[in-house]
């Protein structure tokens, strides 16, 4: 009789771009999961200091899946500093749970480091995380880095990478081909196709940007590792009547850009949407521009996102999503903190409406591979084909 492999992912806290996953495990039926949340239920209601504001994603997170909140007992709780999550049950609940293999989501964090050193040889270590070497410095830290990374890697079986830059990464700490496998950074690509015409259209006259004027988009944390000043700076420096920027979010730059906007009527401002907000929002728009200087821009999800809605993209070479993503087909990919590109590359992209149509198209056509299925797919083959 076939018994149903077991997998205990270990995960801190609901994710709206990882619960879909869960989900579709589940719905499959292929391989049985649990879902272990070490933040802890605290997690459901948490303040986002890039946003600077208790976020709660109005989709729902929890649904359709097996999961255990684990208790954390770290004096600061959170998934910003090593020792947030701490969780002295964790291997136990795992163990119970009598998982055929482990998935951890994320090594830098007390508890998921002790899983992976825990579970090495008694089960199949899986591994997810998103890094890349865009950032990498040279000098004796480097070295250190590099040494402790190694030694980390050597607790993980297997990497599920998202995308060449993840698998670069891992490949310098000490991965071998076979133990990566391709599980795109993905989001829901059907959500975000289906037509809001009518609520975009809204939208834009709301905030007084003509039917037919060109809209640049920024959406996501007005914080300095995403260089939303530089994209400003270009627009003003653009000074072209029939183009207007909007940025949607909010965050520490938040009075610094809308200071320097001033009263510049092809300007505006509108606070974080939620989730169910998000496809009007990128269907509002002509050109999405994601400008990160890093560090830390390991991939940028909003790029999928713009790219399931049609829409032309122009990013900075410091998105780890750049390589995989953009060509000169569906946007441009400029130098990271160089006006003068991502000035040029939008008066290229602005002045030419058929151009953006037919970058817009691509878009929607590159990204459809970039989705859930391929990933729920990646690990359960994982898995099933894991001697018992």
């Known amino acids: ?70 208790k954390n007992t770290s004096a600061q709780p959170g998934s910003h500093h090593f020792n947030g999550i701490v969780n002295p049950e964790l291997i136990q ?18 508890s998921h480091l002790k899983v992976l050193r825990y579970f090495k040889n008694k089960v199949p270590v ?9 950032d990498q410095q040279t000098g004796i830290r480097s070295v250190l880095k590099s040494l402790f990374l190694k030694w980390v890697y050597r607790h993980i079986d297997h990497a599920f990478y998202v995308g060449t830059n993840n698998r670069a990464y891992f490949k310098k700490y000490g991965l071998g081909d076979e133990q990566l496998s391709f599980a795109p950074h993905a989001v829901d690509n059907d959500r975000f196709a289906i ?3 009518t609520e975009a259209a809204a939208l834009r ?36 009547p029939d183009t207007h920027l909007l940025f949607a979010g909010n965050g520490p730059l938040e009075i610094v850009l809308k200071q320097k906007a001033g009263s510049n009527p092809n300007i505006h401002f509108t606070d974080f949407k939620n989730q169910s907000q998000m496809p009007v929002l990128y269907q509002a728009c002509d050109i999405f521009c994601l400008p990160s200087k890093g560090p830390d821009e390991t991939w940028g999800l909003a790029v999928n996102e713009a790219m399931a809605c049609s829409k032309a993209v122009i990013i900075s070479d410091k998105c780890g999503c750049a390589i995989d993503l953009v060509t000169e087909n569906n946007g441009i990919i400029f130098k990271s903190e160089n006006i003068d590109e991502i000035t040029l590359g939008l008066k290229k992209m602005i002045t030419n409406g058929n151009l953006l149509t037919e970058m817009g198209k691509t878009s929607g056509l590159k990204i459809k591979d970039w989705d859930f299925e391929h990933i729920a797919a990646a690990i359960e083959t994982k898995l099933i084909n894991e001697k018992s």
């Open 126 to 134: 899986y591994f997810r995380g998103d890094s890349t070497l865009l």
């Open 205 to 240: 006259k709301s905030l007084n940007i003509p039917a037919d004027a060109v809209l640049i988009l920024f959406a996501g944390k007005l914080e300095d590792k995403k260089a939303p000043e530089l994209l400003l700076n270009a627009f003003i420096r653009l000074n072209t």
């Open 93 to 110: 609940q795992i163990n119970l749970y009598k998982a055929d293999a482990v998935l951890v989501f994320g090594w830098a964090y007390h």
């Open 195 to 197: 037509n809001h015409d």
């Open 1 to 70: 009789m076939y018994k149903m492999k077991r997998l205990a992912i270990v995960t801190t806290h609901p994710i709206q771009y990882y619960a879909p996953v869960f989900k579709l495990l589940n719905h499959r039926g292929i391989i049985s999961i649990k879902i272990f949340y070490t933040w802890g239920d605290s997690a459901i209601n948490k303040h986002d200091p890039g946003f600077n504001r208790q976020i709660e994603w109005d989709i729902p997170l929890l649904d359709g899946y097996d999961y255990e909140w684990v």
